[in-house]
């Protein structure tokens, strides 16, 4: 499985970005996605997954609940973040990873900056 993320950038805190991740190769054994991601001397952390099921259940860290929506395409088989209400702590590198039987599979990251 190769993940190629996209459309991270620089925001002002209160805005909104959309970071994408597109899924390609043995897709059929996907499990799951998340996106996590990595402030600068901190460790990497998990913002979001959905399921690669009929339900697509989808799990939020505390901090992404209420302003952070994960969803997908299956046609396109591309994972979204979109992420409203910015705050300068949201600040780091997300990466799109995916789990799979046997394997957990990571994308290059794309950086997220929010400036306060």
């Known amino acids: 499985v190769q993940l190629q993320a996209s459309g991270g950038g620089l925001v002002q805190a209160g805005g909104s970005l959309r970071v994408s991740c597109a899924a390609s190769?043995?897709?059929?054994?996907?499990?799951?996605i998340g996106w996590f991601r990595q402030a600068p001397g901190k460790t990497r952390e998990l913002v979001a997954s959905?399921?690669?099921?009929?339900?697509?259940?989808?799990t939020y860290a505390d901090s992404a609940k209420g302003r952070f929506t994960i969803s997908r395409d299956n046609d396109k088989f591309t994972v979204y973040l979109q992420m409203n209400n910015l705050k300068s702590e949201d600040t780091a590198v997300y990466y799109c990873?995916?789990?799979?039987?046997?394997?957990?599979?990571w994308g290059q990251g794309t950086q997220v900056t929010v400036s306060s």
């Open positions: 990873s995916a789990r799979t039987r046997n394997i957990r599979h």
């Open positions: 959905i399921a690669y099921d009929m339900e697509g259940t989808t």
């Open positions: 190769g043995n897709t059929a054994s996907i499990i799951n």
